[in-house]
């Protein structure tokens, strides 16, 4: 599924105004895209003319981005928390990180505001701009330079699950001072040169970014009733934050060192006269500052001994110490949410559980952190050799991510699903199912064991295609994941990889990314993977996930000619829609049929089948065909309908069996391509890859058309072409289906696509 076609009517129902961007670009593919008021016809209508493939941009009328072009993480960080604390919390869109957008709306529009450019030591570029009235960004789509899906922060979802009306409002002031904030910023750093002014420069008095954040109406009673709150043997981070909030709340006078001093004789770090001499380096002028609104942020709950009582236990049960390339590492396990774990900064866990105050009877209730209490505690588990992904193995000196099987396994019947697998999935053909099966009993008897074959499943929706990995994968829920897009199976972070046995890639649109094609390739052959997770050091780890394609795309997974790691099926349609035998089948495995599957899978007899040898199917044959290169699928179109040419055009075209100049062969090549939006390679490269078709074109006789000398070639008969064409490639096309008289309907379903 293309962007557009996946998020252009989910943004128009949220309230953008839309425009279709041209694939792997940033610019729009409609001139007088300035004046689209874009609506749900429109999306259809763009779809329809070729524009499926091509990304999504927002139109900056009534929404606006703030474009963040920087690549310094550190200020990155600050600009964002400054759009937070000033404007509101906006959903983030990263291309190239840690470069970053976010958008917001607006009631009053204005024009773009760019920064001055600065140059850093090693001559890279950063700035920041407002992309106002006139403007787009791309919302989703491939980003040009990564060749990766622009993508959103997951905790805050994509734009498509915000309301345009709901994002935070920005103002041209705010704007206005979010550019001086980045000015400022630049200014401080030693190692930037400007290189180049602005847009719209404007002049920002530093004080008055302060007064964007308003001092709290609370006075110095209430400030210290406050801070009873706090916990003053928190983060050093924290310690020095209520100090700076004190002295911005009393605008730099000693009564905000001594209220801090008070406070921090509590904490067993306290040292005199710390505070009064770091309270006299504070200086806000020209800095967004901290204020009391930020302390009160740090408020602690009071709770009961009991409370520690309760969640003490559960932490020596879920939680587990580890050791990841070098870091210290808490894994926890959420019971709760299919047996799963998550892996902490132990520094972020003690920030998350410092809200338990403890009452013990003292004057002053003590504080007690429970992170603490649990590194103390002599039952707590640790792992110091780190983590191990051993599934169905007990191992004793790492941290086993297995979360073990979801069901019992006890004999039954599984006649059910024996028939679905043959009936539905294998499309009656029993060798097919055997192969299923087997490929599945695989996985289920040596994890541990890869076998480097990926199974395919194309099918319409509502044949059954999903419920065979839902099934299979339910036999061990924490260990199966589901995505839906190529990125989630070869992108960056892949975290989600490191625990996974079956991954289930639901309608995962290859569309031939060669830029993932490796990737892809590796995942499911390697037996090692580089694990990439956020804070922690990529680290290898074994790899032992198997991958399940299920989709109702032509084009699913890009498989070579002497293609072995894919084994694709088309899935019948006898049940297609069949609620009453899907819902039976449902039945089946929830009283006691997973039981059984996971018996019969344990002891099914693998000897029977191959599985290095992938079934030759009319669907990966289809993989391909899909596959082939510009001029190897512009060859076999062309051997489809029976004549070489470009168009439906009358008299546009060579005949097969005939002889022509070589350059008009090459020039109709050159034209199909451009007209779908495709760049055809050079002249050498075609006719070295046409050469390579043995007698297919052979070199032909010189003449002189007027004051040119032109080479001619003789082009062989259609059906030795076809024969050629098959055994160059390793094919069986069954080309009595392409007769020339169907020509005529196989290129109107081509250039239809093509059209604008």
């Given at each position: 599924m293309g962007f557009l076609q996946e998020f252009g009517h989910k943004l128009v129902d949220q309230g953008y105004e839309i425009v279709p961007i041209m694939k792997n670009k940033k610019s729009p593919m409609l001139s007088g895209w300035q004046d689209i008021r874009s609506t749900h016809d429109d999306v259809d209508a763009w779809l329809s003319n070729g524009h499926r493939d091509g990304g999504v941009g927002i139109l900056?009328?009534?929404?606006?981005?703030?474009?963040?072009?920087?690549?310094?993480?550190?200020?990155?960080?600050?600009?964002?928390?400054?759009?937070?604390?000033?404007?509101?919390?906006?959903?983030?869109?990263?291309?190239?990180?840690?470069?970053?957008?976010?958008?917001?709306?607006?009631?009053?529009?204005?024009?773009?505001?760019?920064?001055?450019?600065?140059?850093?030591?090693?001559?890279?570029?950063?700035?920041?701009?407002?992309?106002?009235?006139g403007q787009q960004f791309v919302a989703y789509g491939m980003h040009p330079t990564t060749q990766k899906p622009y993508r959103w922060n997951a905790s805050r979802g994509g734009i498509a699950d915000h309301a345009q009306n709901s994002l935070p409002l920005m103002t041209k002031e705010k704007a206005d001072?979010?550019?001086?904030?980045?000015?400022?910023?630049?200014?401080?750093?030693?190692?930037?040169?400007?290189?180049?002014?602005?847009?719209?420069?404007?002049?920002?008095?530093?004080?008055?970014?302060?007064?964007?954040?308003?001092?709290?109406?609370?006075?110095?009673?209430?400030?210290?009733?406050?801070?009873?709150?706090?916990?003053?043997?928190?983060?050093?981070?924290?310690?020095?934050?209520?100090?700076?909030?004190?002295?911005?709340?009393?605008?730099?006078?000693?009564?905000?060192?001594?209220?801090?001093?008070?406070?921090?004789?509590?904490?067993?770090?306290?040292?005199?006269?710390?505070?009064?001499?770091?309270?006299?380096?504070?200086?806000?002028?020209?800095?967004?500052?901290?204020?009391?609104?930020?302390?009160?942020?740090?408020?602690?709950?009071?709770?009961?001994?009991?409370?520690?009582?309760?969640?003490?236990?559960?932490?020596?049960?879920?939680?587990?110490?580890?050791?990841?390339?070098?870091?210290?590492r808490v894994i926890r396990e959420d019971v709760g949410k299919g047996n799963s774990i998550v892996l902490y900064k132990l520094e972020d866990l003690k920030k998350e559980h410092m809200n338990c105050r403890v009452l013990s009877g003292d004057e002053k209730p003590k504080l007690l952190n429970l992170v603490d209490?649990?590194?103390?505690?002599?039952?707590?588990?640790?792992?110091?050799?780190?983590?191990?992904?051993?599934?169905?193995?007990e191992i004793l000196d790492r941290y086993n991510l297995w979360r073990g099987w979801s069901f019992i396994q006890a004999k039954g019947d599984v006649d059910p699903w024996l028939d679905f697998i043959t009936t539905v999935v294998a499309d009656g053909n029993q060798i097919h199912a055997n192969y299923i099966i087997s490929w599945a009993a695989q996985m289920v008897q040596q994890p541990m064991q890869k076998i480097g074959v990926g199974l395919v499943l194309r099918g319409r929706k509502g044949t059954g295609k999903t419920k065979f990995g839902e099934l299979l994968g339910g036999l061990f829920k924490a260990h199966h994941k589901i995505v839906s897009r190529a990125e989630h199976v070869t992108g960056n972070f892949n975290r989600h990889l490191e625990d996974t046995l079956l991954l289930q890639a639901d309608e995962a649109y290859w569309a031939g990314a060669k830029a993932s094609e490796g990737a892809l390739k590796d995942l499911l052959t390697n037996p090692e993977i580089t694990i990439e997770r956020k804070g922690v050091d990529a680290y290898t780890a074994p790899n032992y996930t198997r991958i399940l394609f299920t989709s109702n795309e032509?084009?699913?997974?890009?498989?070579?000619?002497?293609?072995?790691?894919?084994?694709?099926?088309?899935?019948?349609?006898?049940?297609?829609?069949?609620?009453?035998?899907?819902?039976?089948?449902?039945?089946?495995?929830?009283?006691?049929?997973?039981?059984?599957?996971?018996?019969?899978?344990?002891?099914?007899d693998l000897s029977t089948t191959n599985l290095r040898l992938v079934p030759q199917t009319d669907a990966l044959q289809d993989q391909k065909l899909e596959a082939l290169d510009t001029v190897d699928q512009w060859l076999f179109n062309c051997l489809m309908s029976g004549e070489l040419r470009e168009s439906r055009v009358a008299g546009n075209c060579v005949m097969f069996g005939s002889e022509s100049q070589k350059s008009e062969v090459y020039d109709i090549y050159c034209s199909t391509l451009k007209s779908k939006y495709e760049s055809p390679i050079k002249e050498v490269g075609f006719w070295r890859k046409l050469n390579s078709y043995a007698n297919m074109f052979k070199q032909g006789k010189y003449a002189r058309i007027g004051e040119n000398r032109v080479r001619f070639i003789n082009i062989a008969p259609l059906e030795s072409a076809r024969f050629i064409f098959d055994a160059s490639n390793g094919l069986k096309v069954d080309w009595a289906e392409f007769d020339e008289s169907k020509a005529e309907d196989v290129f109107d379903d081509v250039w239809e696509s093509a059209d604008g």
């Open positions: 900056c009328r009534n929404t606006i981005a703030v474009d963040i072009d920087c690549y310094d993480k550190d200020k990155n960080k600050k600009l964002v928390m400054w759009l937070e604390e000033n404007v509101g919390t906006s959903p983030v869109r990263y291309g190239n990180f840690p470069k970053c957008i976010l958008p917001y709306r607006v009631e009053s529009r204005f024009k773009k505001i760019r920064s001055c450019e600065y140059e850093d030591a090693m001559s890279t570029t950063h700035a920041v701009e407002v992309l106002a009235d001072a979010f550019i001086a904030y980045f000015e400022l910023l630049a200014g401080e750093d030693t190692n930037w040169e400007l290189a180049r002014k602005g847009v719209s420069p404007i002049q920002v008095d530093p004080d008055d970014i302060t007064m964007l954040k308003p001092k709290m109406d609370v006075d110095e009673e209430g400030v210290k009733e406050l801070l009873a709150s706090v916990d003053p043997d928190s983060h050093h981070d924290e310690w020095v934050k209520v100090g700076m909030a004190l002295h911005h709340h009393f605008d730099g006078a000693d009564t905000g060192w001594i209220i801090w001093d008070e406070w921090s004789s509590d904490s067993s770090k306290h040292r005199d006269g710390e505070c009064e001499r770091r309270y006299a380096t504070f200086d806000t002028k020209g800095r967004v500052p901290v204020t009391m609104a930020s302390v009160k942020q740090m408020e602690k709950a009071v709770v009961s001994e009991r409370v520690v009582e309760e969640r003490l236990p559960r932490m020596l049960r879920e939680w587990a110490f580890v050791h990841v390339e070098g870091s210290a209490m649990w590194l103390e505690h002599p039952e707590r588990r640790t792992y110091a050799a780190g983590l191990s992904f051993a599934p169905d193995m032509e084009f699913v997974v890009p498989a070579s000619l002497d293609e072995r790691r894919f084994a694709v099926f088309d899935v019948g349609i006898e049940r297609k829609q069949d609620s009453k035998y899907f819902s039976e089948l449902d039945r089946w495995y929830n009283t006691g049929g997973a039981g059984a599957l996971l018996e019969y899978l344990k002891t099914f």
